[in-house]
């Protein structure tokens, strides 16, 4: 059975700090995606890596896929409230998508 | 704009009725899913359609079922309702034919509280 585990699970933090997430599996996958879930909400999509040693960079958020493809990270810059939320990774091939448990994040202000 | 709605948002039922969860979408994306989402598991699959009649098991479809009748629905049956399918459920759904890694986009969720 394939398992993707993301660390840590819970974090809280004050505004300003820098923060990185990980997604981690012995598994290897043609690509990882990430998702940022808000309260009664469902996921949104943030990227999708697919080439190992790929970074992405969306304003403060900088995700890299491991060169191996089993593993990713999620780094915050700077982090704001409005980074509060639910973030799940999930690895992929084209026949099955495997979800980590998510890292649920607070950033105090 | 294109959308995924999911109804109800809230449900309580009791333990052995059926109970249906609606999922539409607008998107006219091939793909559907089914997940459930509980604390400490991630999403889980429950059920997924290609396209019209098809449908698949995903890992934790014992329990549930789904008919796919048309692109825009897959309505999510739970046969006999029982305690251990509480739960937050999402449905999604996605654009490239056939496959299941490509960007999803997952409904608001409905809470189902079986008692």
């Known amino acids: 059975t394939q398992l993707l585990e993301q660390s840590p699970q819970f974090l809280s933090i004050q505004e300003g700090e820098n923060l990185t997430v990980y997604c981690n599996s012995s598994?290897?996958?043609?690509?990882l995606q990430w998702y940022r879930q808000e309260p009664g909400e469902g996921p949104v999509l943030l990227v999708t890596v697919v080439t190992g040693g790929e970074v992405k960079k969306l304003k403060r958020l900088t995700f890299q896929f491991g060169d191996a493809r089993k593993d990713s990270s999620l780094h915050i810059t700077a982090a704001q409230p409005g980074d509060t939320g639910l973030y799940l990774c999930?690895?992929?091939?084209?026949?099955?998508?495997?979800w980590g448990a998510g890292t649920k994040l607070i950033i105090k202000p | 704009d294109a959308e995924i709605t999911q109804s109800p948002r809230h449900k309580i039922t009791e333990t052995g009725r059926q109970v249906t969860l609606a999922c539409h979408q607008t998107w006219n994306h091939n793909n559907m899913f089914w997940y459930r989402q509980d604390l400490g598991h991630g999403l889980r699959l429950i059920h997924y359609s290609y396209g019209v009649h098809d449908t698949n098991k995903g890992e934790v479809s014992d329990g549930y079922s789904v008919s796919r009748s048309n692109t825009e629905d897959l309505p999510l049956t739970l046969e006999s309702a029982a305690s251990s399918q509480t739960s937050v459920y999402f449905c999604?759904?996605?654009?490239?034919?056939?496959?299941?890694?490509?960007?999803?986009?997952f409904g608001q969720g409905t809470r189902l509280t079986v008692v």
């Open positions: 598994s290897v996958f043609s690509s």
């Open positions: 999930a690895g992929g091939s084209n026949y099955q998508l495997i």
């Open positions: 999604a759904s996605s654009e490239e034919p056939g496959v299941m890694n490509t960007e999803a986009f």
